[in-house]
């Protein structure tokens, strides 16, 4: 069993800056393909970034790419999603998640977290 608990979203103006934390409970967590969904109002949930055991590889949505950064700290039992340059279209909750990685690069999550609110205005 993996608990996933996210912080650090909230309000920001467009070309802002957040980084988004997510504590996991649990001795597993270096086991586990790490990522971050976010689900905007009125859509589906989607995959925006993903990484792997270990850190040696990083996957990221196009709609994401070359803004947003994510990393982990196994000894802290933490993900992160460093995201820049944000557009009004980024508005969503965002959900950690840890699972496995797909063949298509996304994850495949076996655990969510509860999600926090990113809201970027224009």
């Known amino acids: 069993q993996v608990q996933l608990v996210e912080s650090g979203g909230g309000l920001v103006q467009a070309g802002g800056s957040l980084r988004l934390s997510c504590a996991a409970s649990?001795?597993?967590?270096?086991?586990?393909?790490m990522g971050w969904f976010r689900q905007a109002p009125g859509k589906e949930r989607e995959f925006a970034a993903a990484?792997?055991?270990?850190?040696?590889?990083?996957y990221y949505a196009d709609s994401v790419k070359g803004r947003f950064t994510i990393s982990r700290d196994d000894a802290q039992n933490t993900v992160y999603l460093q995201m820049g340059s944000l557009k009004p279209d980024d508005t969503a909750v965002y959900y950690c998640a840890a699972g496995k990685l797909t063949r298509q690069l996304t994850l495949s999550a076996d655990y969510w977290g509860q999600g926090t609110q990113v809201t970027v205005s224009s």
């Open positions: 649990g001795r597993a967590f270096r086991r586990y393909v």
């Open positions: 990484i792997s055991t270990g850190g040696v590889g990083t």
